[in-house]
């Protein structure tokens, strides 16, 4: 096992928060992280989309995480869940981004709110890597504030006629089912829809490859113009989108945190190898004590993160078993947002010590820290800005009438 | 930047002749993945320019190797030193024989130390391309040696 997720694996260990089967499960993400390093530099150098990563977490069974055993997935809770997307993490946010998408906003947002039919047909087929799916909120005039979204829904005989656009959809162009949201005609409520892509009027209207970063992640515009959608494709009831889309963000945000730590632990190996390795003034650079209080920033920004993202995920695995509890969900919102906002701003200020350890080298895409400096970035504004991030902590405290985003 | 890499394979050929062939200058190159050039120097040393890298960090190493420690017959060391594409490196590998069910079983160890723009890349990716060259090079003995016909 990779000597950092080891250590960190070791110790929950000893707290007796992991199984054997937890464990066994761990090593066979880390053995898909080795399998994966290289496919992965590649394409990122080559700024393309990484084709062959679903292919091997799907060739490992890895690709069902959270999905019950019933429906061909491991059923591993948040916690464990959220240890495998540290390692992940370690590969980049690109390998976060997929994941977190296909499993934390797909595949548990279906478990939660799909009907048994649903989940009957489209779960197996997510667990085994032969579906991917996408999460669909953002438009280009509704980010944070998707209220404003002007995607369109109305019933007709056969069900619904979709219409609209959805932008910076990770997974977007190579999902099968994606999950959008629409705002109601007749009275302007929001529903989640389950839209199958081979559907018609279902158009990939760009590949969004003129990215900041993020290359091997599949970005895509998508577009919907008449689509045609079945009765049976609403996910919850009518009316009660916001709520789907709401939990599935509560999920994904501690994906993206546990990833961050991922991205925060390589970056500390990466600088430690270099800081003892690289010579300069005819000492390794790491004998230099301002070398030194970046690396000691960089191992504070992880191990400050690693509680935030434990607690939320354990926290969330509670919720879970409690799902009435309403001051619970209350809570465990607020640490899934505090979570992802700590190990988001700490990952990328540990990229950017990361890249300067590594002087004019750490600015190349071939050094093993500027992936994460470009794609940790990305942390700090999808699935929630730090703005909104803190906003919503604010207002977890002072109270739904404190809500400053409304 | 240092890193150790090491392995098992079986071959179906006898101990006798995998030595034979794994000491032989001539052999040894003729397994070399991305050969570009090389020379026999004498039975125990040879140079081969190399095509090494990853992605869009592709270049040509001069490599010079020599075959040490042969010893028992099952026992070998193999010593590599070269430069290029803005990198040096130093492969020290050790091969050790034994038989196994009328075939070879070889326990092989490597370790690297590379510097420079390769060496850059980070150890996780650079270990995973050795990994895969190294497995070619072990691939191409195994599929050389066990289409040789045994001879008495």
Redesign the interface.
């Known amino acids: 096992m990779e000597p950092t997720f080891s250590r960190s694996v070791e110790e929950l260990k000893g707290l007796k928060l992991l199984t054997e089967k937890d464990l066994g499960l761990l090593e066979s993400v880390d053995e898909a992280c080795g399998e994966l390093s290289l496919s992965e530099f590649e394409a990122y150098v080559e700024r393309r989309y990484n084709d062959v990563a679903a292919k091997i977490l799907s060739e490992r069974g890895l690709m069902g995480l959270p999905i019950d055993e019933k429906y061909g997935g491991k059923g591993v809770s948040m916690f464990v869940h959220s240890l495998a997307m540290e390692r992940l993490g370690q590969l980049g946010m690109g390998i976060v981004t997929l994941v977190d998408v296909h499993q934390f906003l797909g595949s548990q947002t279906i478990q939660q709110w799909g009907t048994e039919e649903q989940k009957s047909k489209i779960l197996p087929e997510a667990a085994s890597g032969k579906s991917i799916l996408a999460y669909a909120l953002t438009e280009p005039e509704a980010g944070s504030d998707p209220g404003s979204m002007t995607t369109t829904y109305s019933e007709c005989n056969d069900g619904y006629v979709l219409n609209g656009s959805k932008y910076l959809i990770s997974n977007g162009s190579i999902a099968r089912y994606v999950i959008v949201f629409a705002k109601s005609i007749a009275d302007n409520s929001v529903t989640a829809f389950i839209v199958d892509s081979s559907t018609e009027g279902f158009k990939v209207a760009m590949h969004l490859s003129e990215k900041l970063g993020l290359f091997t992640s599949d970005t895509a515009l998508l577009e919907f113009e008449n689509m045609i959608l079945p009765k049976d494709a609403n996910l919850g009831r009518p009316g009660k989108g916001f709520a789907v889309a709401y939990s599935a963000l509560l999920n994904g945000r501690i994906g993206i945190g546990s990833g961050c730590l991922g991205v925060m632990e390589d970056c500390l190996n990466s600088c430690v190898e270099r800081a003892r390795n690289r010579t300069q003034h005819g000492k390794p650079i790491g004998k230099h004590q301002l070398i030194q209080k970046h690396l000691a920033k960089i191992a504070m920004n992880l191990e400050s993160s690693r509680w935030p993202v434990y607690m939320a995920a354990m926290m969330k695995d509670k919720m879970d078993s409690d799902q009435q509890n309403l001051a619970l969900r209350n809570n465990v919102d607020r640490l899934s947002a505090t979570a992802k906002l700590i190990a988001s701003t700490n990952a990328f200020d540990s990229a950017d010590r990361a890249v300067q350890i590594h002087g004019g080298f750490g600015y190349s895409l071939l050094s093993p820290v500027a992936k994460h400096f470009l794609d940790s970035r990305v942390a700090r504004i999808y699935e929630g800005t730090d703005e909104i991030m803190e906003l919503k902590i604010a207002s977890t405290i002072l109270g739904k009438d404190f809500e400053a985003y409304k | ?1 240092k890193f150790h890499l090491d392995g098992t394979v079986s071959i179906k050929a006898t101990p006798e002749k995998t030595f034979a062939s794994l000491s032989n200058p001539e052999f040894m190159v003729s397994t070399i993945p991305d050969l570009q050039s090389s020379k026999i120097i004498d039975q125990d040393r040879f140079e081969a320019k190399i095509r090494v890298g ?4 592709r270049g040509n190493v001069d490599m010079k190797f020599e075959i040490k420690e042969k010893s028992g017959r099952n026992h070998a060391k193999l010593v590599g030193d070269g430069s290029g594409a803005g990198s040096r490196m130093h492969i020290e590998s050790v091969l050790d024989l034994s038989p196994d069910d009328g075939g070879t079983k070889m326990v092989w160890s490597a370790d690297a130390d590379i ?1 420079g ?1 390769i ?7 650079l270990k ?2 050795s990994e ?1 060259q190294v497995s070619q090079i072990f691939s191409n003995i195994k599929a050389k040696l066990e289409s040789i016909p045994a001879t008495n």
């Open positions: 930047m990853i992605s869009v960090v510097n723009l060496a850059g890349i980070g150890s996780q990716v995973s391309q895969k």
